[in-house]
């Protein structure tokens, strides 16, 4: 979750995944993953277009594959869990 904006686990993983990848390119083409944004990416998940709409859309997608990083199991993720730890 990010604002209002509501995402499958599974989604943002992809979207995480498709931003490593771009982060890989030749470093001196590289664009600072505080402004990259995958809007353009033919991979990039539906549910996450609407994001593409807003001004602060490198932002959101910089918080949700910051998120997918967390070594948390996927139980654990979900924020109606409790106990985990």
Do not use: T, W
């Not at 989604?11 to 809007?39: A, F, T």
């Not at 709409?53 to 910089?62: L, N, T, V």
């Amino acid at each position: 979750q990010d604002g209002d904006f509501k995402f499958p686990l599974e989604s943002v993983k992809k979207l995480k995944e498709l931003m490593d990848g771009n982060r890989h390119i030749n470093p001196r083409m590289m664009v600072p993953m505080g402004s990259y944004s995958p809007c353009q990416e033919k991979q990039l998940p539906e549910e996450f277009r609407p994001v593409c709409k807003r001004e602060d859309a490198p932002m959101i997608f910089r918080r949700l594959s910051l998120a997918a990083e967390d070594d948390l199991c996927e139980i654990c993720a979900n924020a109606a869990c409790a106990g985990c730890f």
